[in-house]
Antibody, heavy 121, light 113 residues
Framework: EVQLLESGGDLVQPGGSLRLSCAAS????????MSWVRQAPGKGLEWVSV????????YYAGSVKGRFTISRDNSKNTLYLQMNSLRAEDTAVYHC??????????????WGQGSLVTVSS | DIVMTQSPDSLTVSLGERATINCKSS????????????LGWYQQKPGQPPKLLIY???TRESGVPDRFSGSGSGTDFTLTISSLQAEDVAVYYC?????????FGPGTKVDIK
């Protein structure tokens, strides 16, 4: 069974940093692109970032480019999102999600429950 | 960036009736080299993560009931629930994965009349 479990969400002050993790199980993690998608309270879905299966390609939404870094450790079956210079508008539940085998350009077929990041003083 | 719009914002449908949700992209998401529309549909129920229903605009994800169907090409797409069930109450999102940044529509809330 495919499982994605996010962790690391917390309350952080504006300008602060946080690293989210997503532990994957039930599939060959290193064969799939992985994404982060966030959802502000009561709002819709916003795509944040995607990383290719081997980590060689990464892409970001304009709203987080230069502040967030996506990475992965295929030996640990774990996806990460390093978030720096956090702003109030980054407050959201952050979901990790699995893409297609071998391609960043794909729909997202499995999602984690999400990890809440709150940016507030 | 490709802008995704959805209509209506919300709809209320009687049990057993058809529900139709429209999604429009600001530019084509049809990749000519493989003739695939890079468009997916997701269902999100309260307190749950989104669930993939349809990918490549019209391919139903494994395990999704056949009352859900997707159609359209280029810039105009439709998600149809042929016979609404109580468990279909949710918000539905379309998403393009044709170009970075991948973008979602604003969502359509479906309720029971």
């Amino acid at each position: 069974e495919v499982q994605l479990l996010e962790s690391g969400g917390d309350l952080v002050q504006p300008g602060g940093s946080l690293r989210l993790s997503c532990a994957a199980s039930g599939f060959t993690f290193g064969s799939y692109a992985m994404s982060w998608v966030r959802q502000a309270p009561g709002k819709g879905l916003e795509w944040v970032s995607v990383i290719s299966d081997n980590g060689g390609s990464t892409y970001y939404a304009g709203s987080v480019k230069g502040r967030f870094t996506i990475s992965r450790d295929n030996s640990k079956n774990t996806l990460y999102l390093q978030m720096n210079s956090l702003r109030a508008e980054d407050t959201a539940v952050y979901h990790c999600a699995r893409g297609l085998r071998g391609s960043c350009y794909s729909s997202l077929d499995y999602w984690g429950q999400g990890s809440l990041v709150t940016v507030s003083s | 960036d490709i802008v995704m719009t959805q209509s209506p914002d919300s709809l209320t449908v009687s049990l057993g009736e058809r529900a139709t949700i429209n999604c429009k992209s600001s530019q084509s998401v049809l990749y000519s080299s493989n003739n695939k529309n890079y468009l997916g549909w997701y269902q999100q129920k309260p307190g749950q993560p989104p669930k993939l229903l349809i990918y490549w605009a019209s391919t139903r994800e494994s395990g999704v009931p056949d009352r859900f169907s997707g159609s359209g090409s280029g810039t105009d797409f439709t998600l149809t629930i042929s016979s609404l069930q109580a468990e279909d109450v949710a918000v539905y999102y379309c998403q393009q994965y044709y170009s970075i940044p991948f973008t979602f529509g604003p969502g359509t809330k479906v309720d029971i009349k």
